[in-house]
T-cell receptor, first 113, second 113 residues
Framework: GAGVSQSPSNKVTEKGKDVELRCDPISGHTALYWYRQSLGQGLEFLIYFQGNSAPDKSGLPSDRFSAERTGGSVSTLTIQRTQQEDSAVYLC???????????FGDGTRLSIL | AQSVTQLGSHVSVSEGALVLLRCNYSSSVPPYLFWYVQYPNQGLQLLLKYTSAATLVKGINGFEAEFKKSETSFHLTKPSAHMSDAAEYFCAVSVDGANNLFFGTGTRLTVIP
């Protein structure tokens, strides 16, 4: 379909391993966002990309978290040396520009054993 | 700084009854306000948004919300609940359009047959 696509939909990994989460935004959308949704909590903003500008990384919880957006399209969120508290649903959203509503993917459910 | 408070993490209504989900915001400048719905194992879907036009905003699926500046509220309502409305609902605020969204912790709506 034409929506935001995230992969994998589920990821289970051992503590200490690195993980990569992928987001394919809607074609033509210049803005891309990553959020974390922990059990029983709201959405926590992680990082925001707008076009070719430097990303807003103000929401990243630690230096173990990083994200890239190659060619202004696909984005990868990387978590290094995963911890159990990283277990959450990671949601990606995109918008046509920063004044248009965000469209969300179905998320990646990450479980750290 | 801006924030959102959603009163009631769980709301139960009978099928056909009025749905009222409460949202109060805090913002130092005129806000943009949003309601999103999240069905199980899915991302967030925009229900409606307030962007300083009409104070009564109509959204999808029969939902509407009224912006009340004096009460700093943006409560979501629907006259008659359907079973398909069972989901989690998030209120969000922004001061600059659609990026930098601050989400509430969500309200889970249960519809009783």
């Amino acid at each position: 379909g034409a929506g935001v696509s995230q992969s994998p939909s589920n990821k289970v990994t051992e503590k200490g391993k690195d993980v990569e989460l992928r987001c394919d935004p809607i074609s033509g959308h210049t803005a891309l966002y990553w959020y974390r949704q922990s059990l029983g909590q709201g959405l926590e903003f992680l990082i925001y990309f707008q076009g070719n500008s430097a990303p807003d990384k103000s929401g990243l919880p630690s230096d173990r978290f990083s994200a890239e957006r190659t060619g202004g399209s696909v984005s990868t969120l990387t978590i290094q040396r995963t911890q159990q508290e990283d277990s959450a649903v990671y949601l990606c959203a995109s918008s046509f520009n920063n004044n248009q509503p965000q469209h969300f993917g179905d998320g990646t459910r990450l479980s750290i054993l | 700084a801006q924030s959102v408070t959603q009163l009631g993490s769980h709301v139960s209504v009978s099928e056909g009854a009025l749905v009222l989900l409460r949202c109060n915001y805090s913002s130092s400048v005129p806000p943009y306000l949003f309601w999103y719905v999240q069905y199980p194992n899915q991302g967030l879907q925009l229900l409606l948004k307030y962007t300083s036009a009409a104070t009564l905003v109509k959204g999808i699926n029969g939902f509407e919300a009224e912006f009340k500046k004096s009460e700093t509220s943006f409560h979501l309502t629907k006259p008659s609940a359907h079973m398909s409305d069972a989901a989690e609902y998030f209120c969000a605020v922004s001061v600059d359009g659609a990026n930098n969204l601050f989400f509430g912790t969500g309200t889970r709506l249960t519809v009783i047959p």
